[in-house]
């Protein structure tokens, strides 16, 4: 029989919309005290989902996304290229976390941007809040208006 595991969030959906992200600089996606993990949650098979909505307006030029624990950086996805489009273009964002045998290992999905990384020691003990962030090279108008963080198991 297989394990039964309750998916839940590890906070409820704020009822406003994050800080609007204007830096050429790296620059969280969603504020960090959004997205907490507990002490003594992080092993082997865990696995966490960040979802994210809202709009964007980017000019021509790139987009890297970047995934922290903490202060210990878990990689970044290479640079997409971003075309001049329609202001306020809707996005959704969806990345998975996943504990693999005491390491961490991410990925991306939707438009398959990927961070992943070699083995990385989390201090399991203490809790941490994941950073994912991202650096535009021309200044952008990215406005998060709602996340979903939550434990999938």
Not at 14 to 42: E, K, Q, R
Not at 94 to 103: A, E, F, N, P, Q
Request: hydrophobic letters at 45%; glycine letters at 8%.
């Amino acid at each position: 029989m297989s394990r039964q595991y309750f998916a839940d969030v590890l906070v409820e959906p704020i009822g406003v919309s994050h800080p609007t992200i204007t830096a050429t600089t790296i620059t969280p996606l969603v504020p960090v005290a959004y997205c907490p993990i507990p002490a003594f949650d992080i092993r082997p098979g865990k696995i966490y989902e960040l979802t994210v909505g809202g709009t964007a307006t980017i000019a021509a030029g790139t987009l890297t996304l970047t995934a922290l624990l903490n202060a210990v950086s878990l990689g970044a996805s290479v640079a997409q290229t971003t075309v001049a489009g329609a202001a306020a273009a809707a996005f959704l964002l969806r990345g998975y976390l996943v504990c693999r045998g005491g390491v961490i290992a991410t990925g991306g999905s939707q438009n398959s941007i990927q961070i992943q990384t070699a083995a990385t020691n989390i201090d399991v003990t203490i809790a941490q809040t994941l950073n994912l962030s991202v650096t535009c090279s021309v200044a952008p108008s990215i406005i998060p208006f709602w996340h979903v963080w939550r434990s999938l198991n």
